[in-house]
């Protein structure tokens, strides 16, 4: 049983490091898509701006993901096939961010783009939610990772903003951004619950 | 002998980890080959989305090897020069995948870039075929990775389909694609009796 | 007590392999930003020289982060969730390096570009001092990654000659690059009472 | 002493990694400088003959230097501040490979292109000689590491064919391809020697 717990634990902890190598990528290949000034005024660097804000909203975002992630799999014991594809899931998503950036920073001002994002960051939300599904099957309801995770109810908010972002990005784009950024403000509030009951593991 | 298994071990890890960053960064840099629809409206995302349906293809495609490699180098106890060679090999192939992935999204209607993803791919299904081999002849034909791998009956199926793809899209691009896809859902229904031994292993 | 100091140890080489990755990425694709000479004349090459220069220097600012963040993590015993978030802070700025690089390899005689590239060179610097504050506050004043780092001369120095250069880009661009390239060169000499204390600790 | 030697390990794993994450991202982003045929006809692809081949070469050369350093770092026990400095003067140059690399497949019948790509790999050859040294001093002429290397016969026999060709070059591109394809195939056959040597350690 120990042993078979170690294991499980080697397993989430090559998931991990897969998934820390696709974040680690996905994040500065978004920073490479950032373009150059077309000339050296400061008029040039204003136009990009908008690249650069939606930049920084998308890396405070997989930041989260990447932070979550990493919590998420610290507390996991097993992992089974199902895991392992919807983590890949997760993955798909996350990796659609960086053109969906790309996109927004040109064209900030058109709705599309903005309700584009909102969909992708959504499936992130969403396949975030079933890989933590997944993973309470295998571990059951009564392990660790189940009770640290408890009822999620910052992730359904989120995926409830992302949502409400898709369609509002159609009134304006403007009310499409605040919801994403509110999500990532959500985020950076500390969860002292979890944190403390991850001290009380230890 | 122990101490000689906990190395070739530590071997497999980091040729894992290797390849894991290699395919991670596959992954993430094809997403980014998706290029920027030219305007904002539903005509133009429309035309992106050949190219979306085949990231969809290639991103699967990959998974599945990360997902089959993983489980082929945990079983794994001895590494050899051939092997690491046999690996790289298999990750030539797969670093073909993006640009393969690119020209079918540019150019999907065409025989040519249809039955060239084929190839790609069928390049990849038969490196990993040699890969299996060589790990079987530095472990032995009694080794657990050798029984687990057993006749790899849906390896060799993958390889017929594909190489029927490339054929076949000459007729029509649509019926390669066709067989693509079907080698991504051969892999996706679980393969129980190889889940099942490796439960018993532990 | 041991063996939370075995978890924290365990989180800082987590948080370290996923800022390796970020920087390793961060150094290849900055490589990739080279672009090739128009034509095959040794005039065409030397108009890429600025461009290889400036590749050059952020290469070795990189380096230098790799290396001072690796013997940053390696002192640390314990990490919070500020830790992870000023870490990341620090990425984001990194992140910024390739496109300010690139744009100074294209406009290398401008202010602009040359003053931008020392405002990201500085954010970066700003951070990793945050990033120490954060690990010394989560550690201890008494604890041995406190006592290595000591009172980080040449970080605060680092950060003075950046600022200097954000502002001098604007008489000359030469003589923010100079300042620039005397960072570099002020983190090649090793620190010798650094190294002595690491060495005395094993 | 045993302590000592593990903490040595450990860092020459991470420096490993750290190297093997740079690699990974240098051959992925070689293959993703691949350009896509202009128009689907067999014409176009022969267009692309000459990068795929270089492609294959460049791809090989790096698969070699991730080959060799794995087992020099595996063979090492002490890493100094020297050792990491010499590994990033050696990633330095091998991320100028696929820009050479991207050259030499948009024109591969001109001297310059083929004579940059010999420097290129003639200066990570230097380098890599030059962290071998750096790894002898800090582990002492009589260890492991020291004798598992030799003299190193292939690696100055590879700089010697790789300075050859950067002159060569300059009377016909052909003759230099060949001298670096030779370096590749020397690599490719078994070193008994050495392989022999890590058996008997174990």
């Known amino acids: 049983m120990g042993e078979e717990r170690g294991e499980g634990r080697r397993e989430a902890a090559r998931l991990e490091a897969f998934s820390d190598g696709v974040m680690a990528v996905i994040i500065t290949i978004m920073a490479f898509g950032l373009t150059v000034p077309k000339n050296t005024t400061w008029h040039a660097v204003s136009h990009q701006l908008p690249s650069l804000l939606v ?6 975002l997989i930041g989260i993901y990447w932070n979550n992630h990493h919590h998420l799999l610290r507390a996991t014991q097993r992992i089974s096939g199902a895991v392992m594809w919807a983590n890949l899931h997760l993955l798909f998503w996350l990796s659609l961010i960086p053109v969906a950036t790309k996109w927004v920073g040109e064209a900030h001002e058109h709705s599309l783009p903005a309700s584009v994002y909102g969909a992708a960051s959504l499936g992130a939300g969403v396949a975030y939610t079933l890989l933590v599904r997944m993973i309470i099957r295998v571990n059951g309801r009564d392990s660790f990772v ?43 509030v500390p969860d002292r619950r979890l944190a403390s009951r991850e001290t009380a593991r230890h």
């Open 55 to 60: 930049y920084v909203l998308s890396f405070a």
């Open 146 to 188: 189940a009770k640290a995770i408890g009822s999620d109810i910052k992730g359904k908010l989120s995926a409830c903003l992302f949502a409400a972002g898709v369609g509002l990005a159609w009134l304006t784009p403007w009310a499409a951004y605040s919801l994403y950024a509110a999500v990532a403000l959500l985020w950076f």
